[in-house]
C-alpha cells in the first residue's frame, strides 16, 4: 500500500506542477486575475496534499489501515476540492454550469479537513510514541 501511496503522491504532485504552469502561462490570456487566483488555489492543495501523502506513505506512526484511510479520504478530498475549483475557475471558457459544480467544492475540503483529522487522532491514540 505504502508503494501505492507514493506513486499516487508523485502523480498528484506531478499534475499539480503542469496545472500550475498552465494556469500561469496557458490561461493567463483567457481568465480574469480572480479566476487565475482561483486555479492557483486549487494548484496549491493538490500539492499540499501530494505532499501529505508522501509523509502518509514513509511515516512509521500509522498502521496500514491507517494509512488506507487517510489515503482514500485525500483522493477523494482532491478530486472533489481541487477539481471542482479547476472547473468552476475555467468555467468561462468551457462553458459548464457551476450551478451544480459548486456544491461539491465544499464537500472535498471537508474529505481533506477528515484526512488531517483522521491522522492527527490515530497518531494521538497510540501509546508507543
Do not use: C
Not at 63 to 91: C, D, N, R
Amino acid at each position: 500500500m505504502e508503494r501505492k501511496i507514493i506513486l499516487v503522491a508523485v502523480i498528484l504532485g506531478l499534475v499539480s506542477i503542469v496545472l500550475g504552469a498552465f494556469g500561469a502561462h496557458g490561461l493567463k490570456k483567457f481568465l480574469t486575475t480572480d479566476q487565475l487566483s482561483t486555479f492557483e488555489v486549487g494548484v496549491r492543495y493538490q500539492m499540499y496534499h501530494a505532499l501529505f501523502l508522501l509523509f502518509v506513505a514513509t511515516t512509521n506512526f500509522l498502521s496500514l489501515k491507517e494509512k488506507t484511510v487517510v489515503f482514500y479520504l485525500v483522493i477523494v478530498g482532491v478530486l472533489l476540492f481541487s477539481g471542482s475549483i479547476y472547473l468552476l475557475s475555467t468555467s468561462s471558457i468551457t462553458s459548464i454550469k457551476t450551478k451544480i459544480i459548486g456544491p461539491i467544492t465544499p464537500v472535498g475540503g471537508l474529505f481533506l479537513i477528515a484526512s488531517w483529522g483522521y491522522m492527527f487522532y490515530s497518531v494521538l491514540v497510540k501509546n508507543s510514541i
